[in-house]
């Protein structure tokens, strides 16, 4: 029977907390989830769900190949009926001279980082590879194991092995206050009761901010920006089976296009937007901003998104148009890395949060450092994983912030 010293309450369903779950189950922890809503109400439904090992820090460049493989080996590790990895490749475009000699420069380092298979093509290899891809672009990183996830796959099915190994999970389950006793959490209540534990984890992301004046935690500098996606129709512009092999790509400008399904394109591109940490809920993910939104006409954020995308992909200037618009809000950290630490104030409470659009691929890696941060019971410096050692530094709460990730779209 497990002791009471092995039992863990994670805050937050979404695909960090579920597959910290299943992570935290297998090493013998006795597992509680409470979910405000439901199993990925927040940001997890809400993403674009790129998966890339294209970084320009070797952390996450060592944690994202740990995650390629892990969603490779879905079926094995987690047991879901389908693999949520479509692994189509992400190819990154410079249509300047200066930004694609420190592409090159950064494939390189990618390359040492153990990422062998990134690929440079400059103009015209890049075309000839990619044919929709306009003459005016002078170059192009890819990496054909990069690519997109299904996120309801990862968290739906991550939630159903969790629960197939003891853990329990609460729906509906919002936090509504914390007790300490002797400098430590003791329990948290929940609109699903009261829940005593020896250690607590934060997976709330966007919400990280909310969730830390309840438990006692570090205001952590983590904000909430609304990002939106955008959704056009396939129309004659392409043929459905160019789409469905299109990988993800991000245009000079920073917009980025991915197929959804064989008559469907999806897009995104972000913008300035305030911090809402501390005044956002659930029902705003819903709302949409006559200036974001896909019927907003020529000035709209979808309009400018698609009209960068077709000038670097001319054939997308020939969609049938947009049909849809969503939203969501990103937990973002001032240099792009999430928090993955003990917090100073709370010893026995793990921050899990701030991934800047990288929660979803993310996941497999975060909850490998979630793991071995319960089973240590202290903050480390490293982590050996099969695909190299990472440097826990660059996620460590306090450190300085100004050597940040570049490649942030």
């Not at 029977?1 to 013998?28: E, Q």
């Not at 305030?274 to 200036?291: C, G, K, R």
């Not at 104030?345 to 996941?363: D, E, K, T």
């Not at 450092?369 to 660059?394: C, I, K, S, Y």
Request: aromatic share 8%; charged share 20%; proline share 6%.
């Amino acid at each position: 029977m497990v002791g009471p010293s092995r039992r863990v309450v994670l805050i937050g369903g979404g695909i960090t907390g579920t597959l910290t779950a299943v992570a935290l189950a297998r090493s013998g922890w006795e597992v509680v989830l409470a979910e405000g809503a439901h199993i990925g109400a927040g940001s997890s439904s809400r993403t674009a769900a790129g998966i890339r090992q294209q970084f320009s820090t070797r952390e996450s460049v060592v944690g994202m190949r740990y995650a390629v493989d892990f969603f490779r080996r879905w079926r094995e590790l987690i047991g879901g009926p389908l693999s949520p990895i479509h692994q189509s490749g992400y190819l990154f475009l410079y249509d300047d001279a200066k930004a694609w000699q420190a592409a090159l420069e950064r494939a390189e380092r990618q390359r040492g980082w153990g990422l062998t298979e990134v690929e440079t093509l400059a103009a015209p290899a890049l075309q000839a590879r990619f044919p929709y891809v306009s003459e005016a672009m002078v170059g192009g990183t890819f990496c054909p194991t990069d690519g997109f996830l299904r996120p309801d796959a990862v968290y739906n099915d991550a939630a159903d092995c969790a629960r197939r190994l003891g853990a329990t999970i609460l729906q509906q389950a919002p936090l509504l206050s914390a007790r300490a006793a002797g400098g430590r959490l003791r329990s948290v209540t929940t609109a699903k009761g009261e829940l005593e534990a020896d250690l607590f984890i934060d997976c709330t992301n966007a919400w990280a901010r909310r969730t830390a004046r309840v438990l006692g935690g570090v205001d952590l500098p983590v904000a909430a920006f609304k990002r939106y996606l955008w959704f056009a129709e396939r129309g004659e512009a392409l043929p459905a089976e160019t789409l469905l092999g299109m990988p993800l790509v991000v245009a000079p400008g920073g917009a980025y296009c991915r197929p959804e399904n064989g008559d469907s394109l999806l897009m995104g591109w972000k913008h300035d937007a305030p911090d809402v940490a501390l005044s956002f809920d659930y029902a705003d993910q819903d709302s949409i901003e006559e200036a974001h939104d896909h019927r907003g006409g020529a000035e709209s954020r979808a309009v400018m998104a698609w009209m960068q995308l077709a000038e670097a992909m001319p054939p997308l200037g020939e969609l049938a148009g947009l049909s849809a618009t969503t939203a969501g809000f990103y937990g973002s950290t001032p240099d792009h890395n999430p928090f993955l630490d003990f917090d100073p104030q709370v010893p026995n409470l793990i921050r899990l949060v701030g991934f800047s659009g990288h929660g979803a691929m993310f996941g497999p890696f975060t909850a490998a450092v979630a793991a071995a941060l319960a089973e240590a019971g202290r903050p480390l410096d490293a982590l050996e994983l099969p695909t190299g050692q990472a440097d826990l530094a660059a996620f460590r709460i306090g450190r300085p912030m100004h050597h940040g990730e570049s490649m942030v779209i």
